[in-house]
C-alpha cells in the first residue's frame, strides 16, 4: 500500500521547480518507478511533483547540425518507434523497445529511464542497506545473481537502464533545469558511481529537472545496435546488454562506443573492447579477442560467475552482427 | 506400506460419508454425443471477459470495513511484545488484534500435528501473522500496521533445506528439523536388478520451490447476521472453508455459510482455510460489521502456499534392449516450518510410471523457516519427471535407443505401485506413438541430425511422459437437476469452476441427457448454503466426481418427466426422448409436446432430479497419462533457450470439451515452462533467511513470448467404460508432469549439456555451455 503524500501537478517548468524545493519532495514523469518505490518504502516522499502537464517536454526532433533532441517526457515507445531515430541512431530504437513491456514502455518516459532507480532486491526490500543509509550492501554476501562483475565498489547493483548504454555509446547529452538556470551534462558524467556517492545515481540536485536529451549528428559509416539477454523474453532487465556505435570506413572501424549494461553500477563503457576494435576489421578473432578484453578486469561474486562467459559471447556475437561478418 | 496416498491428499481432515448409489448406476459412458467433446465457449465467458463476474476481491457491502495483517518480518522470533496503541487511535480504525488480545483462542485449521493459535507469539517463517487490523480504507488499515510496534526476539534460522539436518542447524521445532521418519518403499530386489543392467547412471537433481501466485490474491469478506456467519471466500473449495472455520471458530456447520462463485486461480493454494479467513472472521465479529480482508501480492509469496523445492537423487539400470531392471531413488524436500507435505508423492512416478521390477525409494521431508507448502499442481510429480524422464533420455543415449522407443519398451500393463491392480484404461503407449507421430519426431530428429553446425544456433527435441497418481475421482457428490415448469433447466451442484470451466462441461453434460443447448442451463454452484455437498476443486478429479452425479441427477430428472408425459401422451415411456425442449414420441404415429405444456409438470412445479456420484471400481486404478514433445533452440554462446514449439498429447479419457481440455493441456505446458525455464523462491539464504523476490517483477512467471505460440493438443480418449459414468479423467495437473523435463532434455539433445537443476536460463546454461566448449 502507497504511504500518505501531497501531489501536485504542476502547470510550468518554474512551478515545478519551485515546488521541488521543498524537502522530501520527488518528480514524477510516467511514475511507473516512482509509485513502487514509495509503494515498497524505498525511500520518504512527502510530496509527488507530476510534471506530466509540460507538453513542451515531450516529442522527438531532428536539430539542425542532423542530430536529435528528444523531450524528456517522451515516452518509451515513441523513442522506440520513431522514424527519426531509427534512421541515424537505431541502436537507441532497439534498446528502448527492449524496455521492460508495452504497458510500460507507453507509460514511461525516456527522462525517467535514465534516472530510475536501481532494482537490486536488497535495495527494493526491507532491507537497510548501504544505498538506502545503512553500513552493508547485501548483496555482496547474499543473493548476488544478478549482481554486478564490474565497477562494484562496497554498493554492487547494476545500472538498470536499457536505454542509457545506448545513449552513451551514442555520445548523448542531458540538459537540465536548474533554479539557478541551466545545465548540460554528457551522459558520461550523469550517472553516479558508488565510490563518488553510493546513495545516489546521477548528479540532479533536488529541484533539478531533466528537460530534453540530445545526440549528436551521426559520425560517417555510423552503425549502432542494442540487444540483451534476460531470464525472461519480456518485462525483464538485462542479465547482460551491449550497446555498440561504431563508425566504419569500409570494413574498418574508425571510431566508436562499446557500452555494457547488466554489468556495472553505471551503464558501463568498456574502452578495452573499444581499443581492440578501433582501427581494425571485424573479424572472428577481433570480435572473440574484443569480448576478452571487455572482460579482463571482471571479478564474479559468488553467485554470478556466468556473467563473464556471457558477456563474451555477446559481445562476440553483437560485433560480428555489426560488422556484417 | 505400498498404499498410494493420493486420496488423502485432497480430502485429508474432511469426512468422506459414502453417497447412496447412483440411480442410473448402470449407465455405461455415451457411445455417441451430441453437445459433450465439442468446442463450445463457457457459460460465463461474457461475465468474466465483460467484468461484471464479482470475484471476492471486487465484493463490497454496505458499511464494510477493510482488514489487514501484520505479519513477521524475520525468519525466526519470538514477540516479546505487542503496542497497538498507535493504531488503536488512529480515526477510522475500528479493531486491533493480536496474540495479546482475548480474542485469539482460535486454533489454526487443517493442521492437526502442530497446533498454533491465529497469532503465534513464537515465528517460524518470515510472513507468520502477528497482528491484524480493521478500518474504514485498506490504506487506513495498512497505515495502522506501520503503526503498531512489535517487539522480537531474533532468533537463529535455517532456510535453506539442504542444510536443514546438519548437526548445527538451528532448531525449527523443539523436536528437531525432521518431520517424520523418512518414507520408504521397496519392491523387488534393487540390488539384483543394478547387477543385471548393462547400463547403470546415477544423477542429482533440483527442483526450486514455486510459488502458486493467483491472478487473484487470496482473500475473503466475513459478515455476521446475528450469530450467523458468511464468507464469500476465493477458493477452489467451499466446504472445505465451512468446515475449517466451523471448527475454528467453534460454530455449527449450519450457521457458516461459504460462497464462491468466481476466484481468479488457486492451483492448489486455495483449497483450504486461510488464516486470514479466520482473522476476517474475527474481525467482523469484534466490529459488528462486514470485513473485507484481501491480502497483497507479497503475502501470498509468503504466507500461503509454495510447491516445495525438491533434491533428489536416481539411480538407473538398463539393458542393451531397453529393459529397465532397477530404479533407486531418494528424495528431500521441504513444508517449510509446518508439516505440510514437502515430500508428497515425490516418488510416485518412479514407482509406478515404467515396468520395472527392482524399486527402491525413499523421502525425507524437513522443517525448515520458511512459509509452507501447499498443493501446487500435481504435487511432487513435476519434480519427480523433472529426475526421472531426464535419467531416462540419458538412459536412451547410453544404450543408443530412441527415446521414445525406450519408454514404449517400459509402458506398465498394471498400477505397480498399487501391487500390480490393473489401470481402467492406460493411454500411455499411444500418447507416445500418436504424440510423436503429429510432431514428426522421427523426421524432426533426422533433419537435426543432418542439419548444419555453423552459427551459434543449435536445434534440438525432446520428449517425456507421465502420469498423474489422482485423477480418478470418487465420491461423494451429489448434484440436482431441475427442470421447471415452462421447460427451463437448472443445475445445482456445490463444486467450483476454478477457472478449468467446471460450470461450463457441467451444462454440457445436462444438455447433453435433457436435449438442449448448454447455454440453456442455468447453474447454479459453490455456496454451502444452497447447493450440495461436493468435495474441493483439486487433484484434477472435478470433472470425473462431478459429472457423473451430474449425469445421474439429469437422467433422474428426465425419467421423471417422461413419467408425466408418458401418461398425458398415452404412450409407453420407452419411445420418449427429447429434443430441443420438446417431448418426442416416436412409433406410428410420432408425436411432440413442449415440455411447458406438460399438465402434469405445471401442477408440481418443477421437477427435481437428484444424483449422486457412486463407488469406482473397486479393484482398479484410474489414472490419467501423458507424452509431451517440444523442439527448442538454443544459442551457444548466450544460453538463451527459445521453446519453438510445444505438442501434449494427453490420455484424460473423455474429451468433454475440446476447448477447455485443450485450455488445460496448454495452460499445463505453460506453467511447466515456468517450472523448467524461470521460475524460482529465492531466499537470503546466507544473511537474513528473508525471501528476496516476492513480487511479480523479480519472481519470474513466463510471459507471452516464453512459450510458443506452436502449441498442439493431442486427446487420446481410450473409451475407458469403468472409470466412471461419462469415461472421464483428470486432465489438469497431468497437463503439466513431463514439461520442465521435456525442455531439458531438448536443450540436452541440442547442445550436448544437461541440466539438472531448474530453471534452465542463461545463469545455469551459458557456464556449462562454456564449459563444454572447453577453455575458451
Ligand atoms: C516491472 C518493470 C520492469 C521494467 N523493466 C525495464 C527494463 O527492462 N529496462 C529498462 O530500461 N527499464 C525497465 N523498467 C523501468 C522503466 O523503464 C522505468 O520505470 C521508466 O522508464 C521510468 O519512467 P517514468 O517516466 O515512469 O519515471 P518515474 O517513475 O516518473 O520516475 C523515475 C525516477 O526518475 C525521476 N525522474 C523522472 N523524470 C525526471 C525528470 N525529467 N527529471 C528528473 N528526474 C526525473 C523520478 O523522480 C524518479 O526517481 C521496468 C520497470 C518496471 C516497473
Not at chain 2, 239 to 264: D, E, F
Request: one cysteine or more.
Amino acid at each position: 500500500m502507497l504511504p500518505q503524500f501531497n501531489y501536485v501537478r504542476a502547470q510550468s517548468l518554474e512551478e515545478a521547480q519551485q515546488q521541488l524545493s521543498t524537502d522530501g519532495a520527488r518528480v514524477c514523469a510516467g511514475g511507473s518507478d516512482l509509485l513502487g518505490c514509495l509503494r515498497d518504502d524505498v525511500f520518504d516522499c512527502s510530496k509527488v511533483v507530476s510534471i506530466s502537464s509540460l507538453n513542451q517536454l515531450r516529442g522527438i526532433a531532428r536539430t539542425r547540425d542532423g542530430g536529435i533532441r528528444i523531450g524528456s517526457l517522451t515516452p518509451i515507445a515513441e523513442v522506440a518507434a520513431s522514424a527519426t531515430v531509427q534512421e541515424t541512431h537505431a541502436g537507441l530504437s532497439q534498446a528502448a523497445s527492449e524496455v521492460a513491456s508495452p504497458q510500460l514502455r507507453n507509460q514511461g518516459t525516456i527522462g525517467g529511464n535514465i534516472c530510475q532507480k536501481p532494482r537490486c532486491w536488497y535495495y527494493r526490500g526491507e532491507f537497510h542497506c548501504l544505498r538506502k543509509g545503512g553500513t552493508t550492501c547485501y548483496a555482496l554476501a547474499g543473493e548476488n545473481q544478478y549482481h554486478c562483475i564490474l565497477g562494484g565498489y562496497r554498493c554492487y547493483i547494476v545500472h538498470p537502464s536499457d536505454t542509457a548504454p545506448a545513449l552513451l555509446a551514442l555520445n548523448a547529452t542531458v540538459h537540465i533545469a536548474a533554479p539557478s538556470g541551466s545545465r548540460t551534462v554528457p551522459l558520461d558524467e550523469f550517472h553516479v558511481h558508488p565510490r563518488d556517492d553510493p546513495q545516489r545515481e546521477t548528479v540532479l540536485q533536488g529541484n533539478e529537472i531533466v528537460t530534453e536529451i540530445t545526440l549528436p549528428a551521426p559520425p560517417p559509416g555510423l552503425r549502432s545496435s542494442y540487444r540483451k539477454v534476460r531470464a525472461r523474453g519480456s518485462w525483464d532487465f538485462a542479465l547482460a546488454g551491449v550497446a555498440l556505435a561504431l563508425a566504419f570506413n569500409g570494413d574498418q572501424v574508425v571510431s566508436g562506443r562499446i557500452v555494457l549494461s547488466g554489468a556495472a553500477p553505471v551503464p558501463w563503457r568498456s574502452r578495452e573492447a573499444e581499443n581492440a576494435v578501433i582501427g581494425r576489421r571485424i573479424d572472428a578473432a577481433t570480435a572473440r579477442e574484443a569480448a576478452a578484453a571487455a572482460m579482463e578486469d571482471a571479478t564474479a561474486l559468488k553467485r554470478n560467475a556466468y556473467k563473464i562467459p556471457l558477456f563474451k559471447g555477446l559481445v562476440e556475437q553483437q560485433l560480428l552482427a555489426i560488422a556484417g561478418a | 506400506m505400498n498404499k498410494p496416498n493420493e486420496a488423502r491428499y485432497y480430502v485429508h481432515g474432511v469426512e468422506v460419508p459414502q453417497t447412496p448409489p447412483a440411480r442410473a448406476k448402470d449407465q455405461e459412458p455415451w457411445d455417441e454425443t451430441r453437445v459433450l467433446g465439442e468446442p463450445l465457449p463457457r457459460v460465463d465467458g461474457y461475465e468474466r471477459v465483460s467484468g461484471t463476474a464479482v470475484y471476492p476481491a471486487d465484493m463490497s457491502l454496505p458499511r464494510m470495513l477493510y482488514g489487514a495483517i501484520l505479519r513477521c518480518p524475520h525468519p525466526s522470533a519470538v514477540v516479546t511484545g505487542v503496542d497497538t496503541s498507535g493504531a488503536e487511535g488512529m480515526a477510522g480504525v475500528h479493531a486491533v488484534i493480536s496474540a495479546f488480545t482475548p480474542e485469539d483462542d482460535t486454533t489454526r485449521p487443517h493442521d492437526e500435528l502442530i497446533r498454533s493459535t491465529l497469532f503465534n507469539t513464537r515465528c517460524r517463517y518470515e510472513g507468520e501473522a502477528v497482528a491484524a487490523v480493521a478500518a474504514e480504507s485498506p490504506y487506513i488499515a495498512h497505515d495502522a500496521l506501520r503503526a503498531i510496534n512489535v517487539e522480537y526476539e531474533v532468533l537463529p534460522f535455517v532456510a535453506d533445506e539442504r542444510r536443514a539436518l546438519e548437526p548445527d542447524a538451528p532448531k525449527v521445532h523443539e523436536t528437531g528439523n525432521q518431520v517424520s521418519d523418512t518414507e520408504r518403499y521397496e519392491r523387488g530386489d534393487v540390488e539384483q536388478g543394478l547387477r543385471e543392467a548393462d547400463v547403470v547412471l546415477e544423477e542429482e537433481y533440483r527442483c526450486e520451490c514455486e510459488i502458486h501466485t493467483p491472478m487473484e490474491p487470496h482473500g475473503c469478506v466475513a459478515s455476521w447476521d446475528g450469530d450467523r456467519l458468511t464468507i464469500w471466500e476465493s477458493t477452489q473449495g467451499v466446504y472445505n472453508i465451512q468446515t475449517q472455520v466451523a471448527a475454528s471458530l467453534g460454530v455449527p456447520l449450519s450457521k457458516v455459510r461459504v460462497v464462491g462463485h468466481y476466484m481468479g486461480g488457486g492451483f492448489g493454494s486455495k483449497l483450504q482455510a486461510g488464516r486470514y479467513t479466520l482473522t476476517a472472521a474475527l474481525l467482523a465479529k469484534q466490529t459488528a460489521r462486514p470485513v473485507k480482508l484481501t491480502l497483497t501480492r507479497e503475502e501470498t509469496y509468503l504466507a500461503v502456499g509454495n510447491r516445495p523445492p525438491s533434491n533428489m537423487r536416481l539411480k538407473a539400470g538398463v539393458k542393451r534392449d531397453g529393459t529397465l531392471t532397477a530404479l533407486d531413488y531418494s528424495g528431500t524436500g521441504t513444508g517449510g516450518a509446518a508439516r505440510a507435505g514437502g515430500t508428497s508423492l515425490l516418488d510416485w512416478l518412479i514407482r509406478d510410471l515404467y515396468l520395472c521390477p527392482n524399486v527402491r525409494t525413499e523421502l525425507t521431508d524437513v522443517y525448515v523457516n520458511a512459509g509452507p507448502a501447499r498443493p501446487f499442481r500435481a504435487p511432487g510429480h513435476p519434480q519427480c519427471a523433472w529426475a526421472l524422464e531426464q535419467m531416462m533420455d540419458a538412459l536412451a543415449v547410453a544404450i543408443d535407443m530412441d527415446p521414445v522407443q525406450l519408454r514404449l519398451k517400459n509402458v506398465p500393463t498394471v498400477s505397480q505401485g498399487r501391487n500390480g491392480i490393473p489401470y481402467t484404461t492406460t493411454g500411455l503407449q499411444r500418447c507416445l506413438e500418436e504424440g510423436a507421430r503429429e510432431f514428426r519426431w522421427e523426421e524432426t530428429k533426422n533433419e537435426i541430425a543432418s542439419g548444419d553446425l555453423n552459427g551459434d544456433i543449435r536445434r534440438g527435441v525432446g520428449m517425456g511422459s507421465g502420469l498423474w497418481a489422482g485423477g480418478g475421482g470418487g465420491p461423494p457428490s451429489t448434484a440436482i437437476v431441475k427442470i421447471y415448469s415452462d421447460g427451463s433447466i437448472n443445475l445445482n451442484m456445490g463444486a467450483s469452476d476454478i477457472g478449468t470451466g467446471t460450470k461450463t462441461v457441467m451444462a454440457m453434460v445436462v444438455a447433453e441427457e435433457l436435449g438442449v443447448s448448454h447455454e440453456d442451463i442455468q447453474v447454479e454452484h459453490a455456496d454451502t448454503g444452497t447447493t450440495q455437498y461436493a468435495t474441493a476443486s483439486g487433484g484434477s478429479k472435478t470433472v470425473p466426481t462431478e459429472s457423473p452425479a451430474v449425469r445421474a441427477a439429469a437422467i433422474d430428472a428426465r425419467e421423471q418427466l417422461f413419467e408425466i408425459a408418458a401418461e398425458e401422451m398415452e404412450v409407453d415411456v420407452s419411445v420418449l426422448s427429447l429434443r430441443d425442449g420438446k417431448v418426442v414420441a416416436t412409433g406410428e404415429t410420432p408425436r411432440e409436446v413442449n415440455v411447458a405444456e406438460l399438465q402434469g409438470l405445471r401442477r408440481r412445479g418443477n421437477i427435481t432430479g437428484v444424483g449422486y456420484r457412486g463407488p469406482n471400481p473397486s479393484d482398479k486404478a484410474v489414472n490419467p497419462f501423458a507424452a509431451q514433445f517440444c523442439e527448442v533452440e538454443v544459442n551457444i554462446k548466450t544460453g538463451e533457450v527459445n521453446v519453438v514449439r510445444f505438442l501434449g498429447a494427453h490420455d484424460s479419457g473423455r474429451v468433454m470439451n475440446r476447448l477447455t481440455y485443450q485450455n488445460q493441456v496448454f495452460g499445463g505446458i505453460t506453467m511447466g515452462i515456468g517450472l523448467g525455464m524461470t521460475e524460482q523462491r529465492l531466499l537470503d539464504v546466507d544473511q537474513t533467511g528473508k525471501m528476496v523476490n516476492k513480487n511479480w517483477h523479480d519472481y519470474k512467471l513466463p510471459t507471452a513470448v516464453d512459450v510458443p505460440a506452436d502449441m498442439t493438443c493431442v486427446p487420446i480418449d481410450p473409451h475407458d467404460t469403468e472409470c466412471n459414468t461419462t469415461g472421464a479423467k483428470g486432465i489438469g495437473e497431468p497437463a503439466t508432469i513431463p514439461t520442465a523435463a521435456v525442455v531439458a532434455n531438448a536443450v540436452y539433445h541440442a547442445t550436448g549439456v544437461r541440466i539438472t537443476d531448474t530453471p534452465i536460463d542463461p545463469t545455469k546454461l551459458v557456464n556449462a555451455l562454456a564449459a563444454a566448449r572447453g577453455g575458451e
